[in-house]
């Protein structure tokens, strides 16, 4: 078992770190906003931990005090939260792919910031972030306690209030509006929460990585998430989480798959050297066979018999 | 900044400001039919460049499967810049029926449209990567024939002063001109462009009129495929082609010129591209680490301000 998590520990832990990054773009999604913009608020946590770290907070010893971690987490968290308001107000005034490009640009503008600032170390980034742990599976302390909380925090958000008027801007903004429903407020909400989980992960990410650079939040990175969300499903938070996770080992398991011989070699060759290739086509196989995702609402409603009945009753 | 240094910096704006253009186009043409951004353009964009490459006789190095391959052939720059196009306007044409058709003929999101086209574009760079390797080609010498390197615009403009300019920005300006002209005419002259404008207006009427919706829809994406690769092929013979991905950034700022131009408008990607072409070209040279962020910071500005865009009409919003 130990031997499993020394090898798989790095793994692991990214699966978890992605299911979060995920969630960070599905809450903005929930009251229907496509925002990409969750890389550049990881990138700006992630910055946050290694200068706090590095400059700061100077702690002597073999590891790095575990509750500082948490103070730089809280940090990143606000100032991304921050810098989200400030962003978001203007910004969500814009719809749909609009609102895509925008924070495309957001991101950009962030990178190029990052490469040319010397706080940020330049195109060389920033290297010997401290470790509180000493392998890698121990960072599973935070971050599998936070995706918990996380995952918790959006499954009762999906059944109060505040949610339900994310979801009714989602489904008719006008109409929302014409209810009593802030759209402005609750579109920034939504976005502001994404940010601040997108800053917290990445002020993991940090000393995770033990290092930090501007090759953290790229439009890759977006596309990365959006492929998590879309893929895993949208609808419900589960399929962020599943989606981050399952696409995030997949290359892994492709690599496995191709390690262990029993497969033909010329496969083999190709699943090791053209593993993206692979990735991609599953993104378009997944848009134009699975456009739901694949978690959906009705996926859990085989299990509850009324919405079993409502179902018959729709049918009939 | 002296005049002669202005007169290369104009020329600069204007000819990476023309590939921009052309290079929008391709989004424009798409989305002013489908409503769509497609971002796998950014990937025929870097096909093209690679097709032409290869029709010229160039060599594959010693990466990816196909080592030290080269066709038979060795094309004049001009004959391969139009086979090359026209061979990255069919793998649109094919990237419309396997990842767009099935997609609409269901009525799907158009978002759900935008990741299946990001899906596209990894396949097609990683695919790349694997067949040639990331090394970077460079174009032969003698791409543009017995042209010399460089054109004394001083003498030219009889300024009195030296004012060399590469000829590389010269050719890519002239035909980028002559294919915007063109293009321009097709649109608004020709029987064609008249059904093309009324497809992009309104599919569902312009079907009713008799216009085969779908076949306009496969000529759209081949035109934009085509535009890609000629912009794909300038830029690479200008500088170099930096490996399988050298597209996307081109990509993403092609965003930024349709989006300051009005999305789906077709002067508008040429005003925008001109306009980004022309703003990076004058950043001065101590800022020159912040030049990418020049488009990308017009474009937030552009989308907070006038989100339609330059030349944009507004479309009121219905319930």
Redesign the interface.
């Known amino acids: 078992m130990s031997d499993f998590f020394s090898t798989y520990g790095f793994l692991l832990v990214s699966m978890m770190l992605a299911a979060m990054l995920a969630l960070s773009l599905y809450l903005p999604l929930m009251s229907g906003q496509l925002s990409l913009a969750s890389p550049g608020f990881y990138a700006l946590g992630g910055y946050i931990a290694a200068v706090l770290s590095t400059k700061v907070f100077t702690a002597t010893g073999d590891l790095y005090p575990v509750p500082l971690l948490l103070l730089e987490m809280l940090i990143a968290g606000v100032a991304s939260g921050a810098l989200a308001i400030v962003v978001g107000v203007p910004a969500l005034r814009l719809r749909g792919i609009y609102l895509a490009l925008a924070t495309i640009a957001f991101v950009e503008v962030l990178q190029v910031l990052a490469l040319n600032l010397d706080v940020t170390g330049g195109a060389v980034g920033i290297f010997g972030v401290p470790q509180p742990f000493r392998t890698q599976i121990e960072y599973a302390w935070i971050a599998a306690p936070m995706l918990i909380l996380a995952m918790f925090f959006v499954y009762r958000l999906e059944r109060i209030r505040v949610g339900r008027a994310f979801i009714a801007i989602k489904e008719d903004e006008l109409a929302a509006d014409a209810m009593g429903v802030n759209p402005t407020v609750n579109k920034v909400l939504s976005f502001t929460m994404g940010a601040v989980l997108a800053g917290m992960v990445g002020a993991i990410g940090a000393h995770f990585l033990n290092t930090w650079n501007a090759r953290q939040g790229t439009f890759d990175a977006s596309i990365a998430y959006l492929a998590f969300v879309l893929i895993g499903g949208s609808r419900t938070f589960l399929g962020p989480v599943l989606g981050g996770m399952a696409l995030t080992a997949l290359p892994e398991i492709l690599r496995a798959l191709s390690g262990n011989g029993s497969l033909p070699l010329w496969l083999t060759e190709f699943m090791k050297d053209g593993r993206f290739i692979l990735y991609g086509l599953l993104l378009v196989l997944g848009c134009v066979f699975l456009p739901q995702g694949f978690v959906t609402p009705a996926f859990f409603s085989r299990w509850s018999k009324k919405a079993h009945a409502a179902k018959l009753k729709r049918a009939a | 900044m002296n005049f002669a240094t202005f007169i290369q910096q104009l020329l600069n704006g204007l000819s990476i400001g023309s590939v921009y253009a052309i290079f929008a186009l391709g989004y424009t043409l798409v989305f002013s039919i489908l409503g769509i951004?497609n971002f796998s353009h950014a990937a025929v964009f870097t096909l093209g460049a690679y097709f032409t490459f290869t029709l010229m006789g160039g060599t594959f190095g010693f990466n990816g499967v196909l080592a030290n391959a080269s066709v038979p052939v060795q094309l004049p720059f001009a004959v391969a810049l139009i086979f090359g196009s026209v061979l990255a306007g069919l793998m649109a044409v094919l990237i419309e029926r396997?990842?767009f058709r099935?997609?609409r003929v269901?009525g799907?999101?158009?978002?759900?449209?935008?990741?299946?086209s990001?899906?596209?574009?990894?396949?097609?760079?990683?695919?790349i990567q694997?067949l040639v390797g990331a090394e970077i080609y460079t174009f032969p010498a003698s791409t543009y024939g017995d042209l010399p390197p460089a054109i004394d615009f001083g003498k030219l403009l009889g300024l009195g002063q030296i004012v060399p300019v590469r000829t590389v920005q010269i050719v890519i300006f002239v035909v980028s001109v002559v294919i915007l002209i063109i293009l321009t005419l097709i649109i608004n002259r020709t029987r064609f462009g008249k059904a093309l404008r009324a497809v992009a207006e309104d599919t569902t009427t312009a079907s009713l009129l008799g216009i085969n919706t779908d076949l306009f829809i496969l000529l759209t994406f081949f035109l934009s495929g085509f535009l890609g690769g000629v912009a794909g092929t300038l830029v690479g013979s200008s500088v170099s082609i930096a490996g399988p991905y050298f597209g996307?950034s081109f990509g993403?700022k092609g965003?930024?010129v349709i989006?300051l131009g009005g999305?789906g408008d077709i002067p508008g990607a040429v005003v925008g591209g001109l306009v980004i072409g022309l703003a990076e070209a004058f950043v001065p040279p101590e800022y020159s680490?912040?030049k990418?962020?020049v488009a990308?910071?017009i474009?937030?500005v552009v989308?907070?301000i006038r989100?339609r865009g330059l030349l944009g009409r507004t479309i009121i919003?219905k319930?």
């Open positions: 951004i396997l990842a099935p997609l269901r799907a999101d158009p978002l759900l449209t935008l990741v299946s990001l899906g596209v574009a990894i396949l097609i760079t990683n695919l694997y996307i993403l965003l930024a989006v999305l680490g912040y990418d962020a990308f910071g474009l937030f989308l907070l989100p919003q319930v």
